[in-house]
């Protein structure tokens, strides 16, 4: 700051607490008013954690948190009632793996066009728009998997959300994601242009530990890096690739990342990917079409958390040709087998890699029940699950006293028909109200 401008500053400052010491006293002897207090009236109660149903529950909310839920219950006078009787109620639904600063990538071109063409600015407003539809659909949280090219604007939603400037999710964010030098696009273009590229190229123990640093400085909350890319299939029908990162890289990523404070996210899609990933200590793993069995156990002793995101590997596919639509099947396979054997699930779209205005991401749980997982168990994915993985297991997933008030409201059972999930009618995040539909019916 200029050093005329600061004592400008304090001097205003000093005037300000000098000249008003009565007002100040007088607020602080006043009684503090009461948080608003909202009663909703929920007809059926899918809590987040619970294994059935509860129906007719009162659930009371003061200011930003969820202070009483109960069986039956009459509202408090004075409480504003919101009836949700004809409606299930759920908790804010949760996406792990989203990218609100772009609008679908099918083809390379879709790709490289949002980087070349779109300036930052303009992608910052693209996402606060991507942000609103987040919330609109239900999700009132989502960790947001990498800007593709636009740095650190990520931060400055989460900020201007967080602000209450514009409507959006909670957010925990990765900022710029990592790989090697030359293993992410945009590729072939003139080595005379300088131009943006997807990621933040690292190289080196050392290398790789600066941008960690650098990426935290800035504002992430996790690391994420690309395990590895060129997906192929072997003779023994096994989704192969290339590993992106040296071992000693990839454990230095994790490394700092968890020094920091800071959980590791890894894109790994074929089997080479994933055990490079498992070998660094991630938290969780990204996409994960190529997993094998003895994968799946090693994930599961190490408590490493699977997200699958099955809703743009479908989408992408026929755009892209190749392997893609073999990766789909391999993954619905590797996903019922995963199931069996226990492995953690929570739920993620990579909505972005979709166009947001085409597709709502609560279809990805429709995959998750047309794959064989239980309807409540697939709500749990989205809700206590996920929230699990973000580590804000106290503050959210699940309708409790204590929990954040962030709460959704769809019309028919979702235990019943999943697709209930892709219709959400009512959605309060942090005990406001941001899209109430319910008159309507
Ligand atoms: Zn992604």
């Not at 938290?283 to 997993?291: L, N």
């Not at 996903?335 to 054997?341: D, G, H, I, P, V």
């Not at 009618?425 to 109200?433: I, P």
Request: net charge negative.
């Amino acid at each position: 700051m200029h050093r005329g401008k600061f004592l400008f500053t304090f001097l205003l400052c000093a005037v300000v607490s000098f000249a008003s010491p009565v007002p100040v006293l007088a607020q602080e002897t006043k009684p503090a008013s009461a948080p608003r207090r909202i009663a909703i009236r929920a007809g059926h109660l899918i809590d987040g954690k619970s294994d059935k149903a509860l129906d007719n529950v009162l659930v009371l909310i003061e200011g930003d948190k969820i202070v009483s839920v109960t069986p039956g219950g009459t509202a408090p006078s004075g409480a504003e009632l919101i009836d949700l009787s004809r409606f299930t109620v759920l908790p804010g639904l949760i996406d792990l793996h989203t990218h609100v600063l772009l609008n679908g990538d099918i083809t390379a071109e879709d790709y490289d066009k949002q980087l070349l063409k779109d300036s930052i600015p303009y992608r910052a407003i693209l996402a606060a728009r991507n942000a609103r539809i987040a919330l609109e659909h239900g999700f009132t949280a989502i960790r947001d998997l990498e800007t593709e090219g636009a740095m650190y604007a990520d931060v400055d939603v989460k900020k201007a959300i967080n602000n209450g400037e514009v409507p959006g999710p909670r957010m925990q964010v990765a900022t710029r994601a990592l790989t090697p030098t030359g293993l992410y696009g945009p590729l072939g273009y003139s080595w005379e242009i300088v131009i943006p590229q997807g990621v933040q190229y690292a190289d080196g123990v050392d290398g790789v530990r600066k941008a960690v640093r650098e990426q935290v400085m800035y504002g992430a909350d996790w690391i994420k890096y690309y395990s590895d890319r060129r997906y192929h299939f072997t003779d023994d029908g096994v989704l192969h690739s290339m590993v992106n990162f040296t071992d000693e890289e990839a454990k230095a990523i994790v490394e700092e990342a968890h020094r920091l404070g800071k959980k590791c996210a890894a894109h790994a899609i074929g089997s080479d990917g994933i055990e490079a990933a498992l070998r660094a200590g991630v938290d969780t793993i990204e996409h994960g079409d190529g997993f094998t069995e003895p994968l799946m156990d090693e994930m599961k002793k190490k408590g490493v958390v699977w997200v699958p995101t099955i809703m743009v590997g479908a989408y992408v596919a026929p755009g892209r040709g190749g392997n893609w639509t073999t990766m789909v099947d391999l993954e619905k396979t590797a996903f019922q087998k995963a199931l069996k054997r226990g492995v953690k699930i929570a739920m993620g779209t990579d909505a972005g890699g979709s166009d947001w205005k085409e597709l709502n991401e609560a279809r990805e749980f429709q995959y998750y029940s047309d794959y064989g997982m239980p309807p409540m168990e697939v709500i749990r994915t989205g809700t206590s699950y996920a929230a699990e993985v973000l580590g804000w297991s106290d503050k959210l997933g699940s309708v409790e006293p204590g929990k954040w008030a962030d709460i959704v409201a769809v019309s028919g059972d979702p235990l019943k028909d999943i697709k209930e999930l892709q219709n959400v009618k009512f959605v309060m995040k942090a005990g406001l109200v941001y899209k109430n539909e319910i008159q309507a019916r």
